[in-house]
């Protein structure tokens, strides 16, 4: 009797956690993926319910990063190794709408729209600036000199008036003015900054060491250390949830995700995901805090509950996935 009740125990544990899985999946509700694919210079776009590639589209060569308008009517791809370019996406056919070649830029890499929905920022490491496109004319309308060496990822402040990028061969974090296009200071890091995330709620640079696996928080103002942590391999990026309470860091070395209190500033534990995934590209659910996660040596995005550290979904994707977005529909 008492192995029966336990058999009925394991039974009903499976088919709760069966259960569980699919009203956690059925959250994220109808929309589309679309993530660059490194090896194939090309952008999947994925649908979220059927699990499939509805359309691939090209881009420049070696692209890396992929983000959005709020408007949800452009993507951008910045192709970085050898392609020097941008490639604009209009979704809502989706469609490639124009490349705009950056010879004066090259090595585009970190991006992010403005909330004018029609201008982009962008990284461009071997030119040492950061630099500002309309996507809807194709113009590159600004040039900010970092005199830094690999400016690499970037982020922006509430209210767009300052920009804060990273500078993997110069340890540095460029302080940009976006209103007077000039370089305000440049902040001293650990060894090989890249990730980094702007922390709105609280005024913070979250940003990652490479050479010394680190992840540390910084008031920009006073470059006051407030937080750090140790132990990654690589942390390749940095997410907040929606309510900016918990920060995902992706470490592509170990092949785990860390998740931390932003609030209080204590690490909150761990998701360990498949061997060898090479976790990269992250990017949040614009509704619900789940996140997708593109596992780029595994060609496949994952999402992830992120108040019960869960994968809870996986999506296809071309080769060497990275950048990504999420689609409404």
């Known amino acids: 009797m008492k192995r029966f009740s336990f058999v009925l125990f394991i039974f009903v544990a499976v088919i709760s956690m069966a259960n569980g899985a699919q009203v956690e ?14 090896s194939d210079n090309s952008i999947s776009v994925i649908d979220i319910n059927d699990k499939r590639i509805i359309k691939t589209l090209p881009t420049g060569k070696g692209p890396h990063e992929l983000v959005m308008s709020n408007n949800q009517k452009w993507a951008v791809s910045t192709n970085f190794v050898g392609g020097d370019s941008l490639t604009v996406f209009n979704l809502r056919e989706p469609e490639v709408e124009r490349t705009i070649p950056l010879e004066a830029l090259k090595g585009p890499h970190g991006a992010a729209f403005l909330t004018d929905n029609k201008h982009v920022i962008f990284t461009s490491g071997k030119a040492k600036h950061l630099g500002i496109v309309n ?5 590159l309308e600004t040039k900010i000199k970092t005199a830094q060496d690999t400016t690499h990822m970037v982020a922006l402040n509430k209210d767009e008036s300052r920009a804060f990028a990273t500078n993997i061969r ?24 890249e990730a980094i995330g702007y922390r709105a709620s609280a005024h ?22 407030i937080a750090q942590w140790q132990g990654f391999g690589f942390p390749y990026r940095v997410l907040f949830n929606h309510d900016e309470s918990v920060a995902m860091v992706p470490d592509f070395h170990n092949h785990y995700i860390r998740f931390f209190d932003a609030n209080n500033k204590k690490e909150l534990g761990t998701l360990a995901l498949e061997e060898g995934a090479g976790p990269q590209g992250i990017t949040l659910h614009p509704k619900h805090d789940i996140a997708f996660l593109s596992l780029n040596l595994k060609n496949k995005i994952v999402a992830i509950d992120i108040h019960t550290r869960v994968v809870i979904a996986e999506f296809p994707t071309g080769t060497n996935p990275d950048g990504v977005i999420f689609i409404s529909r």
């Open 25 to 38: 999946e059925s959250r994220l509700s109808k929309g589309l993926l679309a993530v660059v694919n490194k």
């Open 135 to 139: 996507v809807e004319t194709g113009a």
């Open 170 to 193: 110069s340890d540095s974090i460029s302080v940009l003015d976006l209103q007077n296009q000039s370089r305000v200071k440049n902040i001293a890091t650990f060894s090989m900054p």
């Open 204 to 225: 913070e640079i979250w940003y990652g060491a490479n050479k010394e696996g680190r992840l540390v928080v910084i008031n920009p103002d006073s470059e006051q250390e």
